[in-house]
């Protein structure tokens, strides 16, 4: 497999369940703003969406959307319990939660990067991010993780997009539920050598 990938993107998020289930995969690093391979091919041409994150399986079939590739690779391993099992009440919540965040944090934090937007526009949007915060609370001051049973798929995807608040000036220590989320999440080895890998 062929994870293609751009530093501080949401594609870190498959790349530490990559490392997570232990399956081999190639790193290729994309520039967003060329739309090149580290080698000069053109990303478009492997995802006309033009974004990462994007898998490229052995038979060549390219998978994009992060809710969509977590959850074909944590289904490669069952027995890692990265996803609970297909057709189970907790599956319905793991796919509840990869929603959650990818409309309202992701969808929330990526609006955040449009330098087009006036200062008035990015403060409505981030009132109405720190509501989703603070659903977020919600469970994580109860529970370690997003799911009772323990670090899921959606954990990594969490965690990733929540590195980019401080770019917004973002204290995340107004909400400790979420600091302790990510001091938690930091300190998996497979958390430790994506970063490690993605920051060279």
Same mark, same amino acid.
């Given at each position: ?59 060549? @079939? ?5 809710? !969509?590739?977590?959850?074909?690779? &944590? +289904?490669?391993?069952?027995? #890692?319990? $990265? ?57 994580? @001051? ?5 799911? !009772?049973?323990?670090?899921?798929? &959606? +954990?990594?995807?969490?965690? #990733?997009? $929540? ?38």
């Amino acid at each position: 497999m062929k994870l293609y990938y751009a530093p501080h993107a949401c594609s870190l998020a498959p790349h530490i369940v990559l490392r997570e289930l232990d399956l081999p995969f190639a790193l290729i690093r994309v520039d967003n703003r060329t739309k090149r391979t580290a080698s000069g091919a053109d990303f478009l041409a492997i995802n006309p969406k033009g974004y990462v994150a994007a898998l490229q399986l052995d038979n060549g @079939e390219v998978l994009t959307e992060g809710p !969509a590739i977590l959850q074909y690779l &944590a +289904d490669l391993r069952p027995e #890692t319990n $990265l996803a609970p099992a297909q057709r189970t009440f907790e599956r319905v919540r793991l796919q509840e939660w990869l929603n959650f965040v990818s409309t309202e944090i992701h969808g929330g934090l990526g609006w955040l990067f449009n330098v087009q937007f006036p200062e008035e526009v990015k403060a409505l949007i981030k009132e109405k991010l720190f509501k989703r915060f603070a659903v977020l609370c919600q469970t994580l @001051e109860r529970q370690d993780y997003l799911l !009772a049973g323990g670090f899921s798929i &959606a +954990d990594a995807y969490l965690f #990733t997009v $929540l590195r980019w608040a401080p770019l917004f000036s973002i204290d995340l220590n107004e909400w400790p539920a979420l600091v302790q989320f990510q001091a938690r999440v930091d300190e998996r080895p497979a958390v430790k050598a994506a970063l490690a890998a993605e920051l060279v």
